[in-house]
DNA sequence: CTCTATCATACGTCGGGAGTATTATAACAA
DNA sequence: TTGTTATAATACTCCCGACGTATGATAGAG
């Protein structure tokens, strides 16, 4: 059976033209070498030298096997090499599911700065609720998933890697506008828009939740799916909304974005099996836990 | 150190994921197996595969490797497939020198024939007088020569593939032109356009010694280097000139062709090392040699 | 003709790849 | 839980073959 070994020999053989001199590149003794070489022809069924005694030449098939040879070789070394990127989490393939609000929040963020680190790692996203992507985690589906809390499965580690403020989107002729303390419940019977609870069940419990607790059932008179449309729903008069505190980069005509007293908040996580993380999700873990992403956070409490 | 083995071992588990399987595919035991793949996970510094007891699956590193691994195996089929091609005359390089008159004989019909028959041989081309052809052939810068006869050299076999007759070319005008017979020494007062020698020293002499066995020694007029400007200036009027029997398939405007009584002729040969030849000068000389083209010939005498 | 360079041959050694037997452990069934 | 089965790892032995040493064969140089 050919093995790379006969590349190996066959390579220096064929650069020095010389059994002596080859043999001692390759730090071996001559007699074997060139049985390993006649061995090589034997199994190629093709004579690579011509040998005569006094010099050493390639036959054609030689020339041409060189090239080959080479090829082969250099096959190798990348293979070799591109393992252990792979194993050093720059190289390879990274399944991340995301909840659809995260693209207003810290997550395009994390992956521009995942992307610049790690550029050989090809990202494939994937648009899921919560629910859905602890149990596509729980299947090997996905290797990481931005989840909104409260979210929690067997085997599945969720980590809060970012607190956004939940602000109040208000005409800006609204009679609250510039009223210096603002509760939610100054808005019980405000008209609310909010977009479509399957569209984000997470944020959207999470906001009928806190009018709840501030001892109301919202009005809601329109939902609609994008967030932008929203804020230009408030814009046109048509009622308030609860956001995210990153929606403020959205400026829309007639918009006022206020922060409300007892700052309500959501939660966005990072969820993974609990078990030995691969390099590639570590680098990812790691890349959005450390380097300055904590100092984006909102302010808490 | 890294083997092809190891490559085989790899893909066998990665496809099966399942060592005995594997090991089974393979011809062999499941525990040699285990040791190779541990061996390979060593050498590479990653692991490839996780075992769980239970099952087998292949880490990021693992499946890049894989697509490496399978890279590596078709070069190395690649490169014994292009090594036996080589030695059968099917894949290679080929220089071949011919004379400047070579183009207007047998060569370009051979050299078609030729590269339909090994389209994969790269042909190089040199145009070389015959005596440089054969000192390149010596020194093994040349593998093949199309020399003009006579020719010879030590270690260098000349062998004749074809015979042409050299004809007059004269203008339809002259008073010989029509004649029944026509035989060289008819000729030895009429001008005669020629080549200059140095671009075809082999036909040059022959034509001028045919002159001197008619008994004459030729008023050259002109020395045009191209043969198709030759005829051109005989149709002009200019004189006559001797040619090989190809150049008739020039049809220059107001030229006659004559063949000659005794029929002069010039021989092209093939030349080549007197030793073992290669598979590829095996394969030009017999496609030389065989499959009609003697046929192909003028008539001899 | 002798000397030298160089590749091939002969042969013994030994490392390591492969086999057999067994163990360890996880998944599953009762 | 316990027993059974499936599966990979471990322990150990064996033996092939790759390697080294010594030598031979031969062509080219002087």
Redesign the interface.
């Given at each position: 059976?050919?093995?790379?070994?006969h590349?190996r020999y066959f390579l220096a053989v064929a650069e020095q033209l010389h059994f002596g001199r080859a043999a001692e590149q390759l730090h071996m003794a001559q007699p074997p070498l060139s049985t390993q070489i006649r061995q090589l022809e034997e199994?190629?069924?093709?004579?690579?030298f011509i040998r005569s005694k006094r010099k050493v030449e390639l036959?054609?098939?030689?020339?041409?096997?060189r090239e080959?040879?080479e090829?082969?070789l250099e096959?190798?070394a990348?293979?070799?090499h591109?393992?252990?990127?792979?194993?050093q989490?720059v190289?390879?393939?990274l399944r991340l599911g995301f909840a659809s609000s995260a693209p207003f929040g810290i997550f395009p963020t994390l992956l521009r700065r995942y992307r610049q680190a790690y550029p050989n790692v090809v990202l494939e996203l994937f648009e899921l609720g919560s629910a859905e992507q602890l149990l596509a985690l729980q299947e090997r589906r996905l290797d990481l998933g931005f989840v909104r809390l409260p979210a929690s499965a067997t085997n599945i580690r969720v980590e809060t890697i970012d607190r956004e403020a939940i602000i109040i989107a208000l005409p800006e002729n609204h009679p609250k506008a510039d009223h210096p303390e603002l509760h939610l419940e100054d808005f019980k019977n405000d008209p609310f828009i909010i977009f479509p609870r399957h569209e984000g069940p997470g944020l959207y419990d999470r906001l009928i939740n806190l009018c709840g607790q501030a001892g109301f059932n919202p009005r809601i008179v329109q939902e609609v799916g994008q967030m932008h449309a929203i804020v230009g729903l408030v814009g046109a008069g048509l009622g308030v909304s609860l956001v995210p505190e990153n929606m403020q980069t959205v400026h829309a005509r007639g918009v006022r974005y206020r922060y409300l007293q007892n700052q309500p908040y959501i939660d966005m996580a990072l969820a993974y099996r609990d078990e030995l993380l691969?390099?590639?999700q570590q680098a990812f873990v790691s890349i959005s836990k450390g380097s300055g992403v904590q100092e984006n956070f909102s302010p808490l409490q």
């Amino acid at each position: 059976m050919i093995e790379l070994r006969h590349f190996r020999y066959f390579l220096a053989v064929a650069e020095q033209l010389h059994f002596g001199r080859a043999a001692e590149q390759l730090h071996m003794a001559q007699p074997p070498l060139s049985t390993q070489i006649r061995q090589l022809e034997e199994m190629l069924g093709a004579p690579l030298f011509i040998r005569s005694k006094r010099k050493v030449e390639l036959t054609e098939a030689g020339r041409v096997f060189r090239e080959e040879a080479e090829t082969v070789l250099e096959a190798v070394a990348r293979a070799t090499h591109r393992a252990r990127q792979a194993s050093q989490g720059v190289l390879g393939r990274l399944r991340l599911g995301f909840a659809s609000s995260a693209p207003f929040g810290i997550f395009p963020t994390l992956l521009r700065r995942y992307r610049q680190a790690y550029p050989n790692v090809v990202l494939e996203l994937f648009e899921l609720g919560s629910a859905e992507q602890l149990l596509a985690l729980q299947e090997r589906r996905l290797d990481l998933g931005f989840v909104r809390l409260p979210a929690s499965a067997t085997n599945i580690r969720v980590e809060t890697i970012d607190r956004e403020a939940i602000i109040i989107a208000l005409p800006e002729n609204h009679p609250k506008a510039d009223h210096p303390e603002l509760h939610l419940e100054d808005f019980k019977n405000d008209p609310f828009i909010i977009f479509p609870r399957h569209e984000g069940p997470g944020l959207y419990d999470r906001l009928i939740n806190l009018c709840g607790q501030a001892g109301f059932n919202p009005r809601i008179v329109q939902e609609v799916g994008q967030m932008h449309a929203i804020v230009g729903l408030v814009g046109a008069g048509l009622g308030v909304s609860l956001v995210p505190e990153n929606m403020q980069t959205v400026h829309a005509r007639g918009v006022r974005y206020r922060y409300l007293q007892n700052q309500p908040y959501i939660d966005m996580a990072l969820a993974y099996r609990d078990e030995l993380l691969t390099p590639l999700q570590q680098a990812f873990v790691s890349i959005s836990k450390g380097s300055g992403v904590q100092e984006n956070f909102s302010p808490l409490q």
